[in-house]
């Protein structure tokens, strides 16, 4: 009998410690981050744009990037400048900077112009609704970005507020897609200027949150050489007080070896070189961070403290009832 009571007592203790495993619903869940909320923030900027310029970026990651993502865009012209020289860019920089709007052949997924207007076009919050429609109606999408016009020159401290809240928002409720924040165009108003204001209350928000931000107003305030003109009311054409900077650069080097001629809505080849550049090292970053931090729900698993209350109750309810019945069976036998 006492070695009938030893393999209950073990095998009680063995089902409490392994119950939590087994039945999930008694254990208490935890989850890898919110996939849109990443372990640091990637700002694409003028500082990264030799990057993929000078070849520096290993074509294998480039590559990753447009095996796993499918992104949507919404802008309008001056959001063009990253991707309204699609062609000029594949002829530049060869096949490896290729998108299609369906992801066709060994391509990158890109929807342009996904949906209409753009960050501010026609007002500050229609942008969310469309977002909520093209992404409910496109699952597979993972990357999402807009851009604004000019509105950013004009916006208030509580527009760009109105525009972080909504970002977050469509986070929460999208937590597989990874949401692209944009500042506005440079407008010649330099640092003193409502645009540099709002545009550092966006920059802010990003590198304090661990965002993903397409710095459009950075990228514009330096030539490729890193020489800065923000200081000087840099305006969108890439006009500064004292000549235009774009004109300048590729006035001094070579076109089709060192910059390539395409459009460019309001602006020169350079700046939207710059900007095409800048897009595919963020989007390249993107997959190599979703790489680095896996997403999806873990296993159920206890933490400490419940797995040994369990092992407790187990222990008390065997002490409380199965000790004193076995002395019943052994009395009731004999």
Request: hydrophobic content about 35%.
């Amino acid at each position: 009998m006492v070695h009938k009571l030893f393999y209950l007592n073990f095998s009680i203790i063995v089902f409490c410690v392994c119950a939590p495993y087994t039945l999930p619903q008694f254990a208490s869940i935890e989850q890898y981050p919110n996939p849109s909320i990443i372990s640091t923030s990637i700002i694409a900027d003028h500082t990264i744009i030799n990057q993929v310029r000078l070849d520096l970026i290993n074509s294998t990651k480039v590559q990753y990037a447009k095996d796993i993502l499918h992104v949507g865009y919404f802008h309008t012209s001056h959001g063009s400048q990253l991707t309204g020289n699609r062609g000029e860019m594949i002829e530049f920089k060869g096949e490896l900077y290729n998108w299609t709007e369906n992801g066709d052949g060994n391509s990158l997924d890109l929807d342009d112009y996904c949906f209409d207007g753009d960050l501010g076009n026609p007002d500050w919050t229609t942008w969310k609704n469309r977002a909520r429609i093209y992404l409910n109606d496109n699952p597979d999408v993972n990357v999402l970005m807009g851009s604004w016009c000019g509105q950013v020159s004009s916006a208030s401290e509580s527009n760009i507020d109105t525009y972080l809240s909504l970002m977050s928002e469509l986070e929460i409720d999208y937590p597989n897609v990874t949401f692209v924040y944009m500042t506005g165009h440079v407008d010649g108003t330099g640092l003193t200027g409502n645009l540099h204001i709002r545009n550092e209350q966006i920059r802010s928000y990003c590198s304090s949150n661990n965002r993903v931000l397409f710095d459009f107003a950075d990228i514009e305030s330096y030539d490729p050489d890193g020489k800065y003109f923000g200081d000087k009311n840099v305006q969108d054409d890439c006009d500064y007080d004292g000549g235009n900077w774009a004109i300048e650069w590729q006035n001094s080097h070579t076109e089709g070896l060192d910059w390539f001629s395409c459009p460019s809505a309001h602006s020169q080849p350079l700046n939207a070189n710059m900007k095409t550049y800048a897009m595919w090292w963020m989007f390249t970053m993107i997959a190599q961070e979703s790489t680095e931090n896996p997403q999806g729900p873990e296993e159920p698993r206890l933490v400490n403290l419940e797995l040994w209350i369990y092992i407790g109750i187990g222990i008390g309810v065997f002490l409380v009832i199965g000790v004193p019945l076995a002395i019943f069976l052994k009395k009731k036998k004999l």
